[in-house]
């Protein structure tokens, strides 16, 4: 079982002989029927959790993909006006949606957004790669931003799923100002910051 992984396992007398597992959130609910030993529930548990991950790996976009999308979007909503030299998931950024160094072009995007919507990582990619051409979040920037059709859909949704931790442990659901530039130097903060405005 991976570490740090939250798990709910709810037990059904309605459920008989399958167990089923999906993703809520940062947690994994687990489905077993009541009758299951613990022993049973176990087992069940960390194959689910095996399964899961493996598909989940699957569908999980790769860095070519995701340089050929920023490309698409490129194209279709900044008419070329960027051309990102690379494109890539990390699995470092906790707080930010995505991070961009200008100097080099290079657009980074937190792994937690592969399992979001396509729209939703097509906005922090469009968010991105305005940055490419904008350092800034005045208006020039939030007018090539807008060309994409739904990224107040998508800006709507990532504060949404930013919030939700405070709002269920009864934290503040107030939002901070976002900061342009990074402490450490060159990198430009996409505004994307979970705990901050998209």
Known sequence: MPQNTKVEVRRSPRRQRTVSAYRDGDKTVVLVPASFSRAEEKRWVESMLERLEAREER???????????????????????????????????????????????????????????PWVVDYVLVHELVHLIIPHHGQEFWDLVHRYPKAERARGYLEGVSAAPRLEDGSSAEVAEEDDVDDDGGDVSSGLDRSDRA
């Open 59 to 117: 569908r999980r976009p790769d860095d070519e993909s995701l340089q050929s999308r920023a490309l698409d979007l490129a194209d279709r909503y900044l008419e070329g006006l960027t051309r990102p030299a690379s494109v890539r998931w990390v699995d470092n950024q906790q707080t930010r949606w995505g991070s961009c160094t200008p100097e080099n072009g290079s657009i980074r995007l937190s792994r937690r957004l592969s399992g979001m919507p």
